[in-house]
């Protein structure tokens, strides 16, 4: 047995408290309901597709426990504004462009060792600039407070998951979130949140959030096409039928769709979907784990081809 079996045994043979696991999943769901507004998938759901992918003979991505490194709890806030060298030159990188800026960030990072849990969470702070080159600042307070109090609630929920595991006890709980910028185009800004928890298995997220730069406001799916317009119906059909060619060429792939447990089917979009434009200028969308697709295909993602839309979208957002 080599070395990565070993380790991949013992991994999997960690004992994680029944009680908490169920806690979290449930936390985890009830933080994408507030953050999100809507519930992508209940308990019920996750245990159900968990069962399937085990069917389909499908097991869960390896997600490495963090190694216990000290044995005393180490809470560590940092901020680029302790440096206001560093602060100047991340708000000058051309590539965060005139209108939309990240000018700080701050880490929240907690190691329990004897516990075995631990988190890191990365915070940005962002600044909306309009065209005249004056800060909006109401803009900049709402896109601020959407992305800090949606990752607070994730902060939140460890420090309870922490707390519920009793002294001598081990919860094996490891939560990463982090952001990057996926559009930075002359239309729109967009800003990407991607956690994964991982507790024996794991789960992973996304949150994008999108900036009209001719506004600096945000804005969801609905606001790039014209009202009225059947825009979740195309973009829907187009995901759909780009899963069944991934399926017929690939045998690997499996998507919830056309599947003899139809009420798991990828039916359509929903209003809060997650999206951003590519490189190339298409509308592209990403899907939580287990949302659209077994377990072991992680976070999926379609681009949708701007032909297919040019009629219903607003001039500008795509190309």
Not at 28 to 46: N, Q, V, Y
Request: aromatic share 8%; charged share 30%; glycine share 6%.
């Amino acid at each position: 047995m080599s070395r990565l079996d070993d380790i991949k045994e013992a991994y999997d043979n960690i004992q994680v408290p029944a009680e908490l696991k169920e806690r979290v999943l449930q936390s985890m769901e009830r933080g994408k309901k507030d953050a999100c507004g809507e519930k992508k998938e209940s308990g019920k759901a996750f245990a159900g597709k968990s069962e399937r992918n085990q069917k389909k003979g499908h097991l869960l991505p390896f997600v490495r426990v963090a190694e216990a490194v000290a044995a005393a709890v180490a809470v560590l806030v940092i901020s680029v504004n302790v440096s206001p060298t560093v602060a100047n030159a991340m708000e000058q990188v051309p590539v965060l462009g005139a209108i939309v800026k990240i000018v700080n960030f701050t880490t929240y990072s907690d190691k329990q060792e004897k516990k075995q849990m631990e988190a890191t969470v990365r915070v940005p702070e962002v600044k909306v600039i309009g065209t005249d080159g004056k800060p909006l600042t109401r803009e900049s307070k709402e896109l601020n407070a959407a992305v800090s109090g949606y990752l607070d609630k994730i902060i939140q929920r460890y420090k309870k998951d922490v707390a519920a595991v009793s002294d001598g006890e081990e919860g094996h709980e490891e939560i990463t979130s982090d952001y990057r910028i996926v559009t930075n185009n002359e239309r729109l800004f967009s800003l990407r949140v991607d956690t994964v928890i991982a507790m024996g298995g794991s789960d992973s997220f996304t949150k994008i959030y999108n900036i009209d730069k001719k506004t600096g406001k945000m804005i969801t799916l609905k606001d790039l096409f014209h009202e009225g317009s059947d825009y979740k119906k195309r973009i829907s059909d187009s995901i759909k039928e780009q899963m069944r060619a991934q399926m017929k060429k690939d045998s690997s792939k499996t998507y919830f769709l056309d599947d003899d447990q139809p009420e798991w089917d990828f039916k359509q979009i929903k209003d809060d979907a997650d999206f951003y434009i590519s490189d190339n200028g298409e509308l592209t969308f990403v899907f939580d784990k287990y949302e659209v697709a077994p377990g072991y295909m992680g976070l999926v993602e379609f681009s949708v081809p701007t032909e297919k839309l040019s009629d219903i979208v607003k001039d500008g957002y795509l190309q």
